[in-house]
């Protein structure tokens, strides 16, 4: 014992107060003084933590919430809903499978844990309030859906690519790339996000932008409902537009998805944009049957 503890450059009380002032093992290495890289450090201060029985439960690492907290959550919730909820968490399918997760790996009784009843009137209609965050997980499912009902056969890609959606039109596949914007900016415009960031793990890097060799289209969807598919080539260089300078590229209107209790007949739907018919070839098709408005050049306002 007396080896080991000559081998380090702290002691147990150092430790002690690095585990219960930090958030992550790594946060302890560092604190330490120690290389938070290095998997034989951390490997290292977690069995001197084990043999002085120090609590971890507070550590969170790259979560914003900690074991006590999704204890505590499980404990009162009545549904996984309620959980996340708890824990302060957008309740989307890949946060609520990661916290099932944790859940399992630290053993937790979720038996309880089930979904609210069905309600059992029939007159009562599903129209819980539509939530802006959601759109960026929502934007693909609505390009699909637009494309789809306009002939055109979608595809996604295997594996993880710079296009989101591959779209056969009369031009050929076309390779789409889906972007999102759920509300203005300070000033009132549409401000669309439309670079990447380079394929490295420092997620502060600056965006870049996409390859027009590499994307044909741009489905963009912003939070009034309003849809643009733009050619690559026309956003090319640019990491960010205000949706309001391509209103030629305004081919359709969503925003009846977007409101809350709106009733079907609210908007009329209007006649089908020159742009989008003369790209994708559209034959025989009356949009005056569907959910989506489709706009015409001169009404792109």
Request: glycine content about 6%.
């Given at each position: ?257 977007l409101r809350s209790g709106a009733s079907a007949g609210a908007d009329a739907p209007r006649p089908g944009s020159a742009y989008v018919r003369e790209f994708l070839g559209l034959r025989r098709f009356e949009p005056q049957g569907f959910a989506f408005d489709v706009y015409a050049r001169s009404d792109a306002v």
């Open positions: 014992m007396a080896a080991t503890k000559d081998r380090r450059t702290w002691n147990d009380d150092q430790l002690r107060q690095a585990v219960a002032n930090n958030r992550s093992w790594r946060s302890v290495a560092r604190a330490l003084g120690l290389k938070a890289t290095s998997a034989g450090v951390i490997r290292t201060v977690k069995r001197h933590a084990a043999r002085l029985e120090l609590e971890s439960t507070h550590f969170t690492g790259q979560r914003r919430w900690s074991d006590q907290q999704l204890r505590d959550a499980v404990a009162a919730a009545s549904c996984w809903a309620d959980v996340l909820a708890a824990l302060a968490i957008v309740d989307n399918g890949e946060d609520r499978t990661r916290v099932k997760g944790h859940a399992v790996r630290l053993g937790l009784d979720c038996t309880h844990l089930k979904s609210p009843p069905a309600q059992a009137d029939p007159d009562q209609v599903f129209d819980e309030p539509v939530r802006p965050e959601m759109l960026r997980y929502s934007a693909a499912a609505l390009a699909m859906a637009w494309f789809t009902l306009r002939g055109c056969a979608v595809a996604l890609p295997i594996e993880p690519q710079e296009y989101d959606l591959l779209v056969t039109t009369s031009r050929g596949i076309q390779r789409v790339q889906v972007k999102s914007c759920a509300s203005r900016n300070a000033r009132g415009y549409w401000h669309v996000g439309i670079g990447r960031r380079p394929y490295v793990l420092d997620k502060s890097a600056s965006k870049m932008p996409y390859d027009p060799e590499s994307i044909d289209l741009f489905f963009i969807v912003l939070g009034d409902g309003s849809i643009y598919v733009i050619p690559s080539g026309v956003l090319a260089g640019r990491v960010g537009i205000s949706a309001e300078s391509y209103a030629p590229y305004r081919v359709g209107d969503a925003s009846s998805l």
